[in-house]
């Protein structure tokens, strides 16, 4: 008798705090995520399901803001030691929403995702001006010591334009198709979706190292800016321009 009362108390007091952690609430998160990479304001909702009404996120480049971010967490993953998230983030016409699954310090998988946001972004990255959406879908990708270790997915670039000194110059819409087997090469075709500049070709990836050979032409005659423009990251080619780059990173 006095051992099943003690089981009743050791269950309540499990309950008790399992109750206790679910309702956590997610202002606690500020404690643990370190500000100096991720700042995160008003803060509602539990660690378990909860929202943020801005995150900005520190890349070397400078920062990124997210906007508004929905997570919700899945309890059973913690205990298998692979924490799953499913996330939602807006931000006017920036919005990420996808599932997230971390499986080591360094080893991050993203799956069913989709992002949009705008090209200008690209600014930051490289020394260009351009305009236009991007468009993400990921099956999937993972990733381990920071590169991609299996891949699937397409990258759309809608309504791209580069701002010359003279004004705008309408490029087209092109996509980016990514696959990739686990632990082998990443590889992708480039193909013109619309627009006077077409754009054909592949890139790879395979540890490290990248290689790039893109093919850029037209039908009609290209803007003496635009032509000055690839001449800097492209060689001309019978009429044409080949950009053809092998890098380490």
């Given at each position: ?12 007091i ?11 609430p997610a ?9 100096e990479q991720?700042?995160m304001?008003?803060?509602?909702g ?11 996120v520190?890349l ?15 309890p059973?993953?913690?205990l298998l030691?692979?924490?799953h998230l ?5 931000w006017?016409?920036q ?10 310090r ?38 381990r ?6 891949t699937l997915g397409r ?5 791209a334009?580069?701002?010359s ?5 309408p490029l087209g819409?092109y ?5 990739q087997a686990?632990a ?11 627009g ?5 070709g ?5 540890d ?6 893109i ?8 803007d003496g ?15 044409r321009?080949?950009?053809s780059?092998?890098r380490d990173?």
């Amino acid at each position: 008798m006095k051992k099943s009362r003690l089981l009743w108390i050791a269950a309540l007091i499990l309950l008790f705090f399992i109750s206790l952690l679910m309702s956590a609430p997610a202002r606690l998160l500020s404690h643990v995520v370190p500000p100096e990479q991720v700042l995160m304001r008003g803060l509602s909702g539990t660690v378990w399901q909860g929202g943020a009404s801005s995150v900005i996120v520190h890349l070397p480049q400078g920062y990124l803001q997210l906007g508004a971010v929905q997570w919700s967490l899945k309890p059973l993953s913690l205990l298998l030691l692979t924490p799953h998230l499913t996330v939602n983030s807006e931000w006017g016409e920036q919005r990420f929403n996808g599932e997230l699954a971390v499986r080591g310090r360094n080893d991050l998988q993203i799956s069913n995702a989709e992002a949009q946001l705008s090209a200008t972004l690209l600014g930051r990255f490289a020394p260009v001006s351009v305009v236009g959406m991007f468009n993400l879908q990921l099956d999937r990708l993972q990733l381990r010591e920071g590169l991609p270790y299996s891949t699937l997915g397409r990258l759309v670039w809608q309504d791209a334009g580069w701002e010359s000194p003279r004004g705008l110059v309408p490029l087209g819409s092109y996509a980016l198709d990514v696959e990739q087997a686990p632990a082998e090469a990443l590889r992708g075709e480039v193909i013109t979706l619309s627009g006077p500049l077409r754009a054909s070709g592949s890139l790879e990836l395979t540890d490290r190292r990248y290689d790039v050979d893109i093919l850029l032409d037209s039908d009609d005659a290209l803007d003496g800016q635009l032509q000055a423009m690839l001449s800097l990251i492209a060689v001309p080619e019978d009429g044409r321009y080949r950009i053809s780059l092998a890098r380490d990173l």
